[in-house]
């Protein structure tokens, strides 16, 4: 499975961006996708997860309420949108996919198989 991750970018703290997922998986909607991001000397956390066949979503603690993460499996496509944007939101972002997670797993990166490139965000304040 490849994924390609695009939408990063510079804005300015309270804007918006969207982040996409593109996957080559035939049966994108079995995968759980997640989003991760790591920032400059920092561990790379997790930010969402959105389980497949309709499973759930889970968030970081820090961005519940301002990014959702949604999906459009006849596109195989999955989305961070991002909102209301802070400094500390400044990262490479980084989503993931896996076909076998069970929900304990979703917030643990080395849990996934399939990784996409990096998108740059850098919210200037």
């Known amino acids: 499975v490849q994924l390609q991750a695009s939408g990063g970018g510079l804005v300015q703290a309270g804007d918006s961006l969207r982040l996409s997922c593109a996957a080559s998986?035939?049966?994108?909607?079995?995968?759980?996708v997640g989003w991760f991001r790591q920032a400059p000397g920092k561990e790379r956390e997790f930010v969402a997860a959105?389980?497949?066949?309709?499973?759930?979503?889970y968030y970081l603690d820090s961005v519940k309420g301002r990014f959702t993460i949604s999906r459009d499996n006849a596109k195989n496509t999955a989305y961070l949108q991002m909102n209301n944007l802070k400094p500390e939101d400044t990262a490479v972002y980084y989503c993931?996919?896996?076909?076998?997670?069970?929900?304990?797993?979703?917030?643990?990166?080395?849990?996934?198989?399939?990784w996409g490139q990096g998108t740059q965000v850098t919210v200037s304040s």
């Open positions: 993931a996919a896996d076909d076998r997670l069970i929900t304990s797993s979703v917030r643990y990166d080395y849990q996934y198989d399939y």
């Open positions: 998986a035939r049966t994108f909607s079995r995968y759980t």
């Open positions: 959105s389980k497949g066949n309709g499973g759930s979503t």
